[in-house]
C-alpha cells in the first residue's frame, strides 16, 4: 500500500489525514483516498478530472508527470505527497 500526504497548506480548507491505500497508479491511489475523504477531491482535480493547477504531486521523490491522466506508477510503500505548486518569477 501507498501512504497519501497532504502538505499543512493544501489542509487548512480541507482536512486531508494521512492514509495508506491499495492502487498502482496516482490515479488509483488519489480514488481510494477520496473514497474516504471526498471533500478533498474537487480541492485536488478540476472537472475533467486532471490535477488542478496549483496543484503538484510527488511519489517518493519524483514529480509526476500525467497531470491528466494520473498515470505514473506507484508501487508498494511509495508515499505519494500532494502539495501546492508554486511558481515565481
Same mark, same amino acid.
Given at each position: 500500500?501507498?501512504r @497519501?500526504?497532504?502538505?499543512?497548506? /493544501?489542509?487548512? +480548507?480541507?482536512p486531508?489525514?494521512?492514509?495508506? /491505500?491499495?492502487?498502482?497508479? @496516482?490515479?488509483?491511489? /488519489?480514488?481510494?483516498?477520496?473514497?474516504?475523504?471526498?471533500?478533498?477531491?474537487?480541492?485536488?482535480? +478540476?472537472?475533467?478530472?486532471?490535477?488542478?493547477?496549483?496543484?503538484a504531486?510527488?511519489?517518493?521523490?519524483?514529480?509526476?508527470? +500525467?497531470?491528466?491522466?494520473?498515470?505514473?506508477? @506507484?508501487?508498494?510503500?511509495n508515499?505519494?505527497?500532494?502539495?501546492?505548486? /508554486?511558481?515565481?518569477?
Open positions: 500500500m501507498a @497519501v500526504c497532504f502538505t499543512q497548506n /493544501l489542509q487548512r +480548507d480541507v486531508c489525514p494521512e492514509e495508506e /491505500l491499495p492502487g498502482t497508479t @496516482v490515479r488509483e491511489v /488519489l480514488d481510494a483516498y477520496f473514497l474516504r475523504h471526498p471533500e478533498a477531491r474537487s480541492y485536488v482535480l +478540476d472537472e475533467r478530472g486532471g490535477l488542478r493547477t496549483h496543484v504531486i510527488f511519489i517518493g521523490d519524483c514529480r509526476a508527470t +500525467d497531470r491528466l491522466g494520473l498515470s505514473d506508477v @506507484v508501487e508498494r510503500n508515499e505519494v505527497w500532494v502539495m501546492q505548486a /508554486l511558481s515565481g518569477g
